[in-house]
């Protein structure tokens, strides 16, 4: 009978061994120091990954600076909108009160100019060449009673419109200003050192105790 057969007869494993030499590189020893190409591969890699990372680093520096000038521009947008909605508010408020004191004025000088019209209609009418002595004294006290209803005309507009007596806001409030000053220039030396220790008196006190403190803390040494 024919013996059973073996394939490992027909091996030749001197060929097998030595036949790739880099065949066994995939089951290489891990304790085995790295050759030279295996190094330069290592660092091509390496550089290529610190490549991608700075590109990377680069892209997010450039996200982070517009997320920055985003923020920047929507804390401006905030604060702007804030302080313009505050002014403006405010401005209409104001602008509500001067018009409405503008309106005010304004129906107070048209009722002004109708009674002053009024008034000096009345008075132009007045003719005293055609009084009678009959009619003298009558005449007179109705004259005269014209003339003091458009004289109390005149004061209550001149009280209500300084204008009508020469005069603005402005000086007025020049005036009421400079007035203190003026007093003070018509008083004498002696009023005047009055006034001054009048004012300074209370400091004079503090530093006369403050005086008498230091001085006896003095003497106790």
Known sequence: MASDYDATEFV???FQTHKSPNAGSANADPLR???REEVDSKVAETQRRLADLKRAQEDLERERASLEETRRRQMEFQSGRQEMVHHLTRGLGLLEEAEFSARRDAEGMAKALADFRDALSKVEAIREEGWTKETF???LTRALTTLENARMEWNAARLKFPVLSGKSAEAEADVAT????QALTNLRFGELCKVGLALTWP????????????LAILFRR
């Open 12 to 14: 030749d494993t001197d």
């Open 33 to 35: 120091a790295p050759t």
């Open 137 to 139: 004294g009558v005449e």
């Open 178 to 181: 400079s007035k203190p000053a």
């Open 203 to 214: 400091l004079a006190v503090v530093a006369l105790l403050a005086l008498g403190i230091f």
